[in-house]
């Protein structure tokens, strides 16, 4: 098996490290055509690792996506699955993960050439889904999900390679300011920060309901804000948010009355495909990284 060298090491030291980034943001150098993607949206991505589109999705199309989304929830097979992951405490159905293969109305989404050509050209490749999931972070009981970079959880418990993965996050309800919206650091997509801790096996058993390990240090978190703010994305129904795979960031609990529902695709590479895991562990399930049959969109 060829050795892929690990250009990002992380949860191998006593101490953490920031390292400057070793991939380009955006793979291409060509202009993007307008049909879905604006040069002003690819320089937003490039310089703050995110951009958001209002009403890239229609109230037709969002309440058709809620309507699917109530079913799956309701249904016992979903629910008592491993794919669905609950809230601590409250029982609450929180996510549920490749939600694409749940639903032919969420896998018509996930290929949606809004998201996918869009993909493709920050990208510069075909492209794959490497992981789904439909977000739930109900009114008064939803909780908080600490700072992240996306990028060092996949490249540990994964095996992604490359930075070369975008997500979208699509609002099926309002995004407000106030009911525990994503919030992300600008500019954080060029660092690496490295995490603290090695890895346990099934570690995502926990992690999804509540990360202790790949979670960035206080002092790194507050050098990132302090650089490039914090820039929290709001929006109606409809809105997506297409983000860079290092972007560091989070989401407060929801302790208002207003629910907050999203749906989340990850749009990696075809030459970014996932191998052994670079913390030594075994790979996470298929529902949470997809490694086998990969085709292009």
Not at 89 to 107: E, L, N, P, Y
Not at 253 to 271: C, D, L, Q
Request: charged share 25%; net charge negative; with cysteine.
């Amino acid at each position: 098996m060829k050795v892929i060298q690990d250009l990002y090491p992380s949860r191998t030291d006593p101490e953490p490290r920031i390292a400057t980034r070793k991939d380009p943001v955006v793979h291409t150098d060509a202009e993007p055509d307008g049909n879905y993607l604006l040069p002003e949206q690819v320089d937003a991505y490039r310089r703050d690792g995110f951009f958001v589109v209002e009403d890239l999705f229609d109230r037709r199309e969002i309440d058709a996506l809620l309507g699917e989304l109530a079913s799956l929830s309701a249904r016992d097979d979903v629910r008592n699955s491993e794919t669905s992951i609950t809230e601590p405490g409250s029982g609450a159905v929180r996510s549920i993960f490749a939600i694409h293969t749940w639903s032919d109305v969420f896998d018509q989404l996930a290929r949606d050439p809004r998201l996918v050509e869009v993909a493709r050209h920050l990208l510069g490749d075909d492209v794959y889904i490497h992981q789904s999931r439909a977000n739930m972070k109900p009114g008064f009981r939803g909780k908080e999900f600490y700072w992240h970079s996306d990028f060092e959880t996949w490249h540990m418990e994964d095996g992604m390679p490359r930075m070369r993965a975008v997500s979208c996050s699509i609002a099926l309800t309002a995004n407000h300011a106030f009911n525990g919206p994503l919030m992300l650091i600008p500019g954080s997509q060029n660092t690496f920060v490295s995490c603290v801790g090695r890895t346990p096996d099934d570690h995502y058993k926990q992690s999804l309901k509540r990360q202790e390990y790949g979670v960035p240090d206080e002092a790194s978190l507050a050098r990132l804000a302090d650089e490039g703010g914090i820039a929290v994305p709001t929006g109606p129904a409809g809105t997506a948010t297409f983000f860079e795979c290092n972007t560091m960031h989070g989401s407060n609990g929801n302790i208002t009355p207003f629910p907050r529902s999203n749906a989340f695709f990850v749009y990696n590479s075809m030459e970014n495909r996932v191998g052994e895991p670079f913390s030594g562990t075994k790979p996470r399930p298929e529902f949470i990284a997809a490694r086998e049959n990969i085709r292009p969109l």
